[in-house]
């Protein structure tokens, strides 16, 4: 079962901290409410414990996502661009 993380919508929420994680069946309808006290939350979209596919990034892809590129200038020698 994949791992979901919530956060609520407004304020916090003093049972699960504002921000819970649950474990859920893939085909559970979209939890709209915190099971604890009620209030609406919304599902964090993360990468954890969610199965990635490894694509190619382009560089531009990469430094628009903001990482820093490392261009290979010579074997075992990286540049920062
Ligand atoms: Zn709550």
Redesign the pocket.
């Known amino acids: 079962m994949p791992l979901y993380e919530y956060e ?1 919508c407004d304020g ?7 921000k ?1 994680t649950l474990r859920r069946p893939v085909d559970a309808p979209e939890l709209t409410r ?6 609406p ?1 919304r599902k964090i979209i993360s990468s954890f414990n969610t199965p990635t596919k490894l694509k190619p990034l382009s560089i531009s892809d990469a430094k628009q996502a903001g990482f820093t590129v490392l261009k290979r200038v010579s074997k075992g020698e990286y540049e920062r661009q």
């Open positions: 609520v916090d929420c003093a049972i699960c901290g504002g819970f915190c099971p604890a006290c009620k209030k939350v």
